[in-house]
């Protein structure tokens, strides 16, 4: 377009409804409701793993130019070995949600200058006791930090130098062990691989800010969020709806 790049597969959701008989079923407003816990649920029937592996496979082609439904659609993939009925349930749910978001996509606004900015979150264990949650989200921002390291060397190839990346995270403590040159106990249990953050914190390559959880684009990427959130974050995502 004129100004911009949209990158949008409305025809191809349309073509994937209508092969897995979903294209008169009711449009959703989230990809997954916000107190989904998918587990194995061995007392559930079973039901056809070729048909369910076809809707996933679907799906993840779809990821593409929808980030929106990246943690919906990874999460039921995880059961595709011996998928049951709430998981078919929970799929059939993702693909509700793309019949009303059909030309939903990213979009690449010309003229703007380069920003890269990273979002960090995990929500491997919300656990105050012994600090799992702080230890979890500390490791997800040293992985984050190896993404920007890598994007600042990626481009420098279309002669496009950042200095300082910002990783934005919304765990304090994992923040403050970032920053702590000092061993202490409460990093004991964490492998020393994982300290390759704090080593670039100090010389300068990232830094590591705080943003509220409100504002964590990665939230959308990692947990089940309620509609008003959601629709929040995924215009974080670069997402936008564009009807021809």
């Not at 107190?35 to 029937?45: F, G, I, N, V």
């Not at 349930?89 to 009303?100: C, L, N, P, S």
Request: charged share 25%.
């Amino acid at each position: 377009m004129e100004d911009g790049i949209f990158f949008n597969q409305s025809k191809y959701i349309k073509e994937m409804l209508k092969k897995f008989g979903l294209e008169d079923s009711k449009p959703m407003k989230t990809p997954m409701s916000s107190d989904t816990k998918l587990t194995k649920d061995e007392e559930c029937e079973s039901v056809d793993s070729t048909k369910y592996r076809g809707m996933i496979g679907s799906l993840l082609y779809l990821t593409a130019s929808r980030p929106d439904i990246m943690f919906s659609v990874c999460l039921c993939a995880r059961f595709q070995e011996a998928p049951k009925t709430s998981h078919l349930e929970a799929v059939k749910r993702i693909f509700r949600y793309i019949k009303g978001t059909t030309h939903l996509g990213l979009w690449y606004p010309k003229g703007t200058g380069i920003e890269t900015v990273v979002y960090a979150d995990s929500d491997h264990a919300g656990d105050y006791v012994d600090r799992k949650s702080t230890s979890a989200e500390y490791v997800s921002a040293g992985k984050a930090c190896q993404q920007a390291l890598w994007m600042k060397q990626a481009l420098i190839d279309y002669d496009v130098r950042l200095n300082d990346v910002p990783i934005m995270c919304d765990n304090k403590g994992a923040i403050d062990l970032s920053k702590n040159p000092v061993q202490h106990s409460r990093t004991k249990h964490i492998e020393i691989r994982h300290h390759f953050l704090r080593d670039n914190v100090q010389k300068g390559h990232i830094s590591v800010e705080k943003v509220s959880s409100v504002d964590n684009t990665a939230d959308i990427l990692t947990k089940p969020l309620k509609c008003e959130s959601f629709n929040y974050l995924r215009l974080g995502l670069g997402m936008m709806e564009h009807i021809p």
